[in-house]
């Protein structure tokens, strides 16, 4: 006779999958960079100096690092909550949004602004997250049907000619 710890899961309900947090904290953190480069060339561009195309890294390459800071910090920090909690709901990106917000504030250097951008990037993500991350509303419980009809423009309903007459 054996027995086991593992927790019974119902039918209705989806297993838990532990992502691992290295791997998301990082390829996060590489695309967040990709768009702080973006970032700091457009900051680069408009600002007046000498230094040329170089001063996207020596004037502006700041920005690259944290935006990386930020993504990874998120990325982890959703990770672990989510590993920790054996779920995957709008609480995990809560915090993973706040953890990125209070970063945010530490930069500023104002514990004001770090608990402010906390509860702000934090409430925002979360909203996104349980509106079932998009900004378009739930299309999956359309059938395919559906989704083509909306699709498909419809014609309008116009009399017909004969009853005009």
Do not use: W
Not at 2 to 12: C, E, H, I
């Amino acid at each position: 006779m054996s027995t086991t710890n593992l927790p019974v899961q119902s039918a209705d309900m989806p297993s838990f999958e532990q992502r691992p947090t290295f791997q998301y904290a990082a390829t996060v953190g590489m695309q967040a960079a990709l768009v702080g480069a973006l970032v700091s060339s457009v900051q680069n561009a408009l600002g007046s100096h000498s230094k040329g195309a170089s001063g996207f890294l020596s004037r502006t390459g700041g920005t690259i690092g944290f935006f990386a800071a930020m993504g990874a910090t998120f990325a982890a920090t959703e990770s672990i909550v989510a590993n920790q909690r054996g779920k995957h709901d709008a609480l995990n990106g809560v915090a993973g949004g706040c953890a990125a917000g209070f970063l945010a504030g530490v930069r500023a250097r104002s514990l004001p602004v770090a608990v402010a951008s906390c509860a702000v990037i934090g409430a925002a993500v979360g909203t996104f997250d349980f509106a079932g991350q998009s900004l378009r509303g739930d299309k999956e419980s359309l059938s395919y049907e559906e989704k083509r009809k909306r699709f498909f423009k419809q014609n309008p309903s116009s009399p017909s000619l004969s009853s005009l007459q």
